[in-house]
């Protein structure tokens, strides 16, 4: 395998994750940030991201030599990288269209810094025809410019980026496609050599079809509700099913995260301004708002007895904040959407998360009082509302949470706990597409 000199533009989990494994795979990786702060915590070791075995491979790196940070894209490319990964942020701006700015002004601060025969990697989730209009700014007929898009998932990142399911790179020059498809010939992973526009496509294809099994799988559930079916069941005869597989069918308050809101409304705007209705994707996003709502009726029912009982100064608890388990992120996590609708129907939210802390600070908490203890957030409530998977919560001591609450109602939006367990502990246990059970004699 060919060793290559390597720079890393932005030091977010994507950027981090790539440059640290792909030192690990033996490659010269030189990292750049913005923030001077985090370049010095990072050269220390430092690694203020929750993601499994990134601080370790960090840490390998820096000691192998194989890892540096630096400060500012332009400092990276003076040490003269073979391949230039941009790994920096492209928020939702105005109307769910991508915001290119941060890429731009890497661009421009590198430009004319960029050693001939380059291949500059775009990494980040950008509309099609970015890596066109990124050579375009360039404009330097010796400087590629291919897509790469990532494919990780927070909480295991580093686990998918050495296991990958494939590898996919598109640009408008093959040679230089090859060149970047092999920095992970090691991993032995499938691999799509494409034009760019294709690249950039696969991966809002791919995360709106993941969005749009969920929407299906949510809509599914309500169905179960509806008609007395069991989603568990349901969804595991579906699974089978090679072509449709057993993973992401697991119903929930709705999807959320860092990529697949923003993606699925990116893909709209790429749409519309193709002039083609997505309806499907139209659909999938209605389909998950429904369902935060409907988890709030599901509350409102379980907590009231009625369809249009009030919440007002109901105390609730909410077990989990962050968008999904095994990570501290609390970007457009369905728990929070559903803790901001329960607050604007005037319920008193107290919340615990296993990540979470206190006195964590973020806009979204506003509406919820954090507590560092389950059973302290328990406390008079009037329900339990679980709506994070952290597995940890089915370990809790169920019994002592039925003597702590008003009362002994759970409302598991992940269908995580044994309802048997629950049950046992004295509480109602509502999931979601779930047959009630059936009456004892
Ligand atoms: C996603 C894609 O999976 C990844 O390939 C892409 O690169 C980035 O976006 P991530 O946002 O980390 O990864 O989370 P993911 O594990 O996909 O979960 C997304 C949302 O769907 C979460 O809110 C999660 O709780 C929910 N989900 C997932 C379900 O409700 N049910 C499932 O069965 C799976």
């Known amino acids: 395998m060919f060793v290559r000199r390597i720079a890393v533009i932005g030091t977010g989990y994507v950027g981090l994750t790539t440059g640290a494994c792909l030192a690990s795979l033996g490659h010269d990786v030189i990292c750049a940030d913005v923030d001077a702060d985090k370049v010095a915590r990072l050269t220390r070791g430092e690694v203020d991201i929750l993601e499994p075995g990134l601080a370790d491979l960090v840490a390998e790196g820096i000691a192998a030599g194989r890892l540096t940070f630096v400060l500012g894209a332009a400092s990276a490319v003076r040490h003269e990288p073979e391949v230039m990964f941009l790994c920096v942020p492209t928020p939702m701006g105005v109307g769910g269209v991508a915001d290119l700015s941060i890429v731009e002004s890497v661009i421009e601060e590198v430009r004319e810094l960029l050693p001939a025969d380059c291949v500059v990697v775009n990494k980040s989730t950008v509309p099609v025809g970015t890596a066109d209009r990124t050579e375009e700014l360039l404009d330097r007929a010796d400087v590629a410019v291919v897509s790469n898009p990532e494919f990780l998932r927070e909480g295991s990142a580093v686990y ?16 230089a496609a090859e060149r970047v498809a092999a920095l992970y ?18 991966k809002y294809a791919a995360n709106c079809f993941l969005a749009m099994k969920l929407s ?52 709209l705007q790429l749409a519309d301004a193709a002039d083609f209705e997505f309806r499907l994707i139209r659909a999938t996003i209605e389909t998950n708002t429904r369902q935060r709502q409907r988890m709030v009726e599901k509350v409102r029912l379980a907590v009231t007895g009625k369809r249009n009982g009030s919440l007002s100064r109901r105390r609730l608890a909410l077990f989990g904040l962050t968008f999904k388990a095994g990570t501290d992120d609390l970007r457009d996590s369905p728990a929070l959407a559903v803790a901001a609708l329960l607050r604007q129907a005037g319920a008193d939210l107290v919340g615990y998360d296993p990540a979470l802390r206190q006195d964590t600070q973020h806009p979204d908490l506003s509406s919820v009082t954090v507590s560092d203890d389950p059973y302290q957030a328990a406390k008079d409530a009037e329900a339990v509302i679980v709506l994070t998977e952290w597995p940890e919560f ?14 002994p109602i759970v409302v598991d939006t992940r269908n995580l706990l044994d309802p048997a367990v629950a049950r046992r502990a004295g509480f109602e246990w509502i999931g979601l597409g779930k047959p009630l059970p059936a009456p004892t004699a």
């Open 394 to 407: 089915r370990s809790l001591d169920w019994q002592r949470l039925a003597e702590s609450v008003r009362n």
């Open 216 to 267: 299906y799988v949510n809509a599914v559930a309500e169905l179960c509700d509806r008609l007395g079916a069991n989603i568990t069941d349901v969804t595991e005869g579906m699974g089978y099913d090679k072509r449709i597989g057993q993973a992401f069918l697991q119903p929930g308050p709705g999807w959320g995260g860092s990529c697949l809101p923003k993606d699925t409304s990116a893909m």
């Open 185 to 202: 010939a090691k991993l032995g992973a499938p691999t799509v050599l494409t034009d760019a526009p294709s690249a950039e496509l696969v």
């Open 160 to 175: 998918d980026f050495l296991n990958p399911d494939r590898i996919v790179v598109g640009g408008s020059k093959q040679d």
